[in-house]
Nanobody, 116 residues
Framework: QEQLVESGGGLVQPGGSLRLSCVAS????????MRWYRQQAPEKARELVA?????????IYLDSMKGRFTISRDNAKNITYLQMNNLNLEDTAEYYC????????WGQGTRVTVSS
């Protein structure tokens, strides 16, 4: 069964850091470009946060995250990471990962709450 499982979220104070992980299983991970998304509220649309190609080329899509967020991957472990530094209140959201093609059903995501 093809699956993506996100983890690493939590409650953090403004200025803090978190590293999110997305573990892939049930398919050959390395050829896929992987993406992180966020959804700030159930009634809001899911936004594209970052993308990483099979060979490690990366893009951060939201200007507010450039310089603070880094996407990476470990093809040996089938994991995509999102390193989040200097977090602020606006980063509070549910974070999801998915592959760019043949997108899988959305997982449960991992909740990031930034609060003092």
């Amino acid at each position: 069964q093809e699956q993506l499982v996100e983890s690493g979220g939590g409650l953090v104070q403004p200025g803090g850091s978190l590293r999110l992980s997305c573990v892939a299983s049930g398919f050959t991970f390395s050829p896929y470009t992987m993406r992180w998304y966020r959804q700030q509220a159930p009634e809001k649309a899911r936004e594209l946060v970052a993308s990483i190609s099979s060979v490690g080329g990366t893009t951060i899509y939201l200007d507010s995250m450039k310089g603070r967020f880094t996407i990476s991957r470990d093809n040996a472990k089938n994991i995509t990471y999102l390193q989040m530094n200097n977090l602020n209140l606006e980063d509070t959201a549910e974070y999801y990962c998915n592959r760019i093609t043949d997108r899988l059903p959305w997982g449960q995501g991992t909740r990031v709450t930034v609060s003092s």
